[in-house]
């Protein structure tokens, strides 16, 4: 029986070391052998606040 599991990723751009979104959800995804069949949705939301843009992900997918 597969199992149901969440991960988050967020970027600001105001780090250095920061790495965009999709670089970030690629790298996971390849890691961790997540494939079309393994993966359920991904959800992007950005907002700002005192001038700083956030952009967050969540990505959901299955494991057995």
Request: aromatic share 12%; no cysteine.
């Amino acid at each position: 029986m597969a199992s149901v599991f969440t991960k988050h990723f967020q970027y600001t751009g105001t780090d250095d070391y920061d790495t965009s979104l999709d670089e970030q959800i690629n790298e996971f995804l390849k890691r961790e052998g997540i494939d079309d069949k393994r993966l359920i949705s991904i959800k992007y939301a950005g907002h700002s606040a005192t001038g700083v843009n956030t952009y967050s992900a969540l990505v959901v997918y299955k494991k057995d």
